[in-house]
């Protein structure tokens, strides 16, 4: 268990597209998600943000996100579908550009599936808040980052 370096903005690392996470890997699984749970704590308490990191944020190459909101779940080889045709515009942070916001636009709605740590399968609805925030770490694992889904070129602010 420790807090790992989280890969800042222009890191090539960040572009890359994840590779799934294969069931004999569990073990190594098992000892990364401990990492991911302690970056993402050290990162909400300095920046008092922070609700979920994806593997490659931390250089893991897996198709692997970490939630913790009011307790902890992991998504191993998540695939969002059914999104909705409605769509909502916030603005979005990320642990690897800490002091950026950037104006997207996401789906209302949509499903999560994925694998539990016990290679369950498993699905979830999203809407809102949670649709958008699972949209943007999926988004990690195919080495997309939100400042390439900016609304305009006037999307953009500095955290103050």
Not at 70 to 90: A, G
Not at 97 to 125: G, K, S, T
Request: proline content about 5%; aromatic content about 8%; overall charge positive.
């Amino acid at each position: 268990m420790a807090v790992r370096d989280i890969l800042l903005l222009g890191n090539p690392k960040l572009y890359r597209v994840c590779r799934p996470v294969k069931r004999n890997e569990r073990g190594r699984l098992a000892r990364l998600v401990p990492d991911l749970h302690d970056t993402l704590m050290d990162f909400r308490r300095r920046y008092r943000a922070g609700r979920a990191i994806a593997a490659p944020q931390i250089g893991v190459p897996w198709r692997l996100i970490y939630l913790n909101i009011r307790e902890p779940v992991v998504f191993v080889n998540p695939v969002l579908n059914r999104m909705s045709k409605e769509r909502i515009e916030v603005w979005d942070d990320c642990m690897c550009f800490p002091d950026l916001l950037v104006r997207v636009e996401r789906h209302q709605r949509c499903r999560i599936r994925y694998l539990d740590m016990n290679w369950a399968e498993r699905e979830m609805w999203l809407e809102g808040d949670l649709s958008e925030l699972l949209q943007h770490e999926c988004d990690h694992l195919d080495g997309v980052l939100a400042v390439s889904r900016a609304v305009d070129g006037k999307s953009f602010a500095l955290r103050t």
